[in-house]
């Protein structure tokens, strides 16, 4: 019901550490969850995937960049628009699915036919369905005990559990399929306003999610909200704001669609006492595929608030400065309680478990570019200078208890009437920079370079390596606009060729360094807290690298009503972010270390 997937930008890069491509929301870098930004905002989106257009982003740009542009406000009188969207979510492979009665016999006998190779013919088959030369009698005796009644017997043959049989006989069971697949019902509703006046532009959204999926218990609902203005202050200074808030709700418990799929159609949902059946035919390695869902208390909320603030200064000399300044706020909620009617609450654990996590995240970043533009004659420039620092902060918090006395009542909302008790904090920090250089240099319009060439240095990696440089050169030539170009069809013509290297840091923040880790034992009479070494320190660990050659053709044909590219591309990462494996003399079984 949520939605949302993995994405990847001309493959994987990496072998271990992420591949997911950055991320640049209205120019600048955003970390949150892509789930965060409402579709209906988003007025364009372009993707980088060469290593020259991406390299200015270095450090983050190994899995190619999404460029997302959101709506702006325009000039005159205010635009309010209402989008209301309301419709189904339902299986499209009703073939996906647990067995019905007959396949799950035939399965069963199938199965022990392979398994008992030297079994009697038709030993497993249904007495009901032997063949003309073979009498229920015969078929009985090749059993040297068997049950009385044959159907019975067939059942023991199976190996059906006891609530298997008693259901057969009754010609009962459960039609899981029904129990857990839904049609769920999907709706989506969005307001905008946007408007202004030559001096300030405004753009303000708000807008509602609230989804169901096709198994029970799937259920999503988040609300948005995105906030864009631009003033003009004087003619040389332009500053502005732009701000998006979420609430996402995901406190779901769905059915369990893996227990679905293996649960015997004559199992039972209840007990005789009407509780729900940890195992519906008897057979631990099979769960009620609706336990969870129907007994599991659980809240889960994110909100996040993610801001741009920036000023925009014309110098002399036609240079351009701006600053931005970035903000981005997370905090989560994920609280669960499973009582004494789960398995959880009631067998891995004692008269019931919650847990309470909480978390805050608060990261910024800095920008200052320096642009400055410049036409000479048949020359033209453009040079981009930028120079960043970000940091990074979270605050986790957890927390369980199991075995509540006197009740379970208070659910996860009283961890404190629990017997036995967790704690466990997790504080991260990290920091970062980057020097950025790029030159954009045409000649004649149509002859057109760029150079550019970037330094990170991040936190997370060894002292001995704690920045690394990313160059990058492209080349283009307009050939449409030779004057020994000629054509009646094709009406533009642009040949491309771009090296570049670019770098990936998405690791553990604390990997090149060694680690503690908690050790609890015990004197015989009190319970002690002790630490041990669980991670090597590796000073020497690097930045991931993927070098990257391209070679494209962009066509334009019928006035530009026709357009295609086409791109050949070679990528190659060295430096990988590994976990190598050590002897186990060593005392540990792993290093992150560059291979």
Known sequence: AAGGSSLEVRGPTSLSAGTEPLIVLD?????????????????????LKDASSAAVFGSRAASGVILITTSRGQSGKPTINFTSQVGMAEVTNSGVRPLNGREYTDFRRDLLLLENPGSPDFYFHNPDELPSDMTVDQWSNLNDNPNPDPTSEWLNRLFFFP?????????TGVNWYNQVMQRGL???????????????????????????????????????????????ITDWLNVGINTQFSDRNESNVPANLNSMLISSPYGSMYEEDESIKWFPNDYVGAQNPLINH???????????????IYAQVELPFGINYRLSYQPRFEFVKDHNFWNSETIIGGQTRNRGYGTREDGQTYEWMVDNLLKW????????????????IEKFQS???????????????????GLQFATNHLVNNNDVYSTGD???????????????LTASVRRDGYSAFGQENPRAIFPALAFAWRVSDETFFSSDVIDNLKARISWGINGNRDIGRYSSLARLSQNIYSNGSQVLVGVYNSSLANPALSWEKT????????????????????DAYNMTTIDLLMERSLPRITGFDDITTNL
């Open 294 to 308: 129907l007994y599991q208390d659980k809240l889960r909320k994110i909100n996040t608030l993610f801001t741009a």
């Open 186 to 232: 999907r709706q989506n509703y969005d307001i905008s306003i946007g408007g202004g006046t030559d001096k300030l532009k405004y753009y303000w959204s708000l807008g509602y999610i609230d989804n169901e999926g096709i198994v029970v218990g799937d259920e999503f609902s988040t609300i948005r909200s995105r906030l864009n203005l631009d003033a003009q």
């Open 434 to 448: 980057a020097l950025m250089g790029r030159l954009n240099y045409t000649l004649l319009g149509k002859y057109l």
């Open 373 to 388: 533009n410049k036409e000479i004659g048949i020359h033209n420039f453009d040079i981009t200078f930028l120079y960043n």
């Open 163 to 171: 609530t298997e049989v008693e259901n057969y006989m009754a010609g």
């Open 547 to 566: 070098e990257a050659y391209n070679i494209g053709v962009d066509i334009g044909f019928l006035e530009g009503r026709i357009n295609a590219s086409l």
């Open 395 to 413: 605050w986790l918090s957890f927390q369980s208890g199991e075995n509540f006395n006197p009740n379970q009542n208070l659910s996860f909302h």
């Open 27 to 47: 120019g600048v870098i955003f970390n949150g969850n892509i789930s965060d930004i409402n579709p209906n905002d988003i007025e364009a989106v372009d993707i």
